[in-house]
């Protein structure tokens, strides 16, 4: 078996320092490193989940099973190349029990071989690729997948009359995610999606694409953009005039993001998505969740990121209540494994199988409540796993 200092050093971006045999148990701090975009298009991802983690912290004390924890958040920027570096200094320097965070799928395909060569646990935070489970045995994920966020808004759209819809998605591993995942359910009820046109992730301009949708008028377009960039998508579209052209807009939650959607202007009111989170979910556990975020953060909304960083730190937070302090890698993932609780978004499961979140899944639509827009939801899928791995 290859040594943390063999299989690290593999990887070539860092000078290694000696003593790394094992996970130093005896250490009274326990380190988790978050690694998160807090610069560029993606910086509302990392500013939510920071914001999320630190508030747990907060709540529940920086003392679990007698160890102190310690929060380490790094700026990747976006970029896969300096994940995987961080991921690196993290794991080799600071020897973290666990690193967190991953805005973006890439991001999360970059760290995943050191997790795995490492054996250090892997919480992935908002990045929703379905298939990111399973390039570690060491990942476990507290966001959500975009088949299992996209299929309720395919079932809705059936059951509404809309029989021709448009696709566009941002063109990477999620975005094709959800083009397929909408495309296959919508299909099976006798809708047609007519086009499927994908927009470049890196300084995305819509415009060009939304007229396309123009000239062709479908019933619905359907959108798919990462979280951060639906305030631009919503202004290209209105701007373009299809919000009063008749072509209703619909997609996962990630377009009507909680952080952004009261800078959309009310013509984004009325539009149907379906997704894992709502600032506005009716239910005690999310009104104290997102009182104390507000109260922590007072220019800010919680969204989907930040729920995702919230119970990605009680997971942590439980796994090691239940080893008794020990951070052993395999030792952590096991007592991750089939882990329940009721989170702000409802209840939620850590499949012991496949690593991954069943949750609810609700259809909303933004409505204006006291002055404000919001994510109202109005239907719920309950215990959605992720539908290409199931339970």
Do not use: C
Request: hydrophobic share 45%; no cysteine; proline share 5%.
């Amino acid at each position: 078996m290859l040594t943390r200092r063999q299989t690290v050093a593999g990887f070539g971006a860092l000078p290694l320092v000696a003593g790394l045999g094992g996970r130093a148990e005896a250490q009274e701090v326990v380190k988790i490193g978050l690694i998160l975009p807090m610069t560029g298009q993606s910086a509302s991802t990392g500013r939510q989940i920071e914001a999320a983690a630190k508030l747990y912290m907060a709540q529940n004390g920086q003392a679990v099973a007698g160890r102190r924890i310690e929060l380490i958040v790094r700026d990747d920027t976006g970029a896969a190349d300096v994940t995987r570096r961080i991921a690196q200094e993290l794991i080799v320097n600071e020897k973290v029990a666990a690193i967190g965070g991953f805005g973006l799928t890439p991001l999360a395909f970059a760290a995943a071989p050191l997790a795995t060569q490492s054996k250090t646990p892997m919480i992935v935070m908002a990045a929703a690729t379905s298939a990111i489970t399973e390039q570690s045995p060491f990942i476990v994920r507290t966001s959500f997948t975009l088949p299992q966020a996209t299929q309720p808004i395919a079932d809705w759209a059936a059951k509404n009359n809309i029989r021709k819809v448009i696709s566009l998605v941002t063109d990477y591993a999620p975005g094709i995610d959800a083009e397929k995942a909408f495309k296959e359910r919508f299909g099976r009820t006798g809708g047609e999606v007519t086009a499927e046109v994908r927009v470049p992730l890196r300084n995305p301009d819509f415009a060009p694409f939304l007229q396309r949708v123009a000239d062709a008028k479908p019933d619905a377009l359907f959108v798919f953009v990462p979280s951060g960039i639906g305030g631009q998508f919503v202004k290209q579209f209105v701007e373009r005039g299809l919000d009063k052209a008749g072509v209703k807009l619909i997609g996962t939650g990630d377009v009507t993001d909680d952080d952004l959607l009261n800078d959309m202007g009310d013509a984004i009111i009325g539009v149907v998505t379906s997704h894992h989170y709502s600032a506005a979910h009716n239910s005690s556990e999310n009104r104290a969740f997102v009182q104390a975020f507000r109260a922590a953060n007072p220019n800010m909304r919680p969204n989907f990121m930040a729920v995702g960083g919230y119970d990605g730190m009680h997971l942590f937070y439980e796994a090691l209540k239940k080893t008794n302090g020990a951070t052993d890698g395999q030792g952590l993932i096991d007592a991750m494994k089939g882990m329940s609780w009721v989170s702000p978004r409802g209840p939620i499961t850590i499949e012991a199988r496949t690593r991954d979140i069943t949750q609810n899944v609700y259809v909303r639509r933004v409505e204006k409540v006291d002055g404000q827009l919001y994510n109202v939801e109005f239907d719920t899928f309950e215990a959605v796993p992720d539908p290409i791995k199931g339970r």
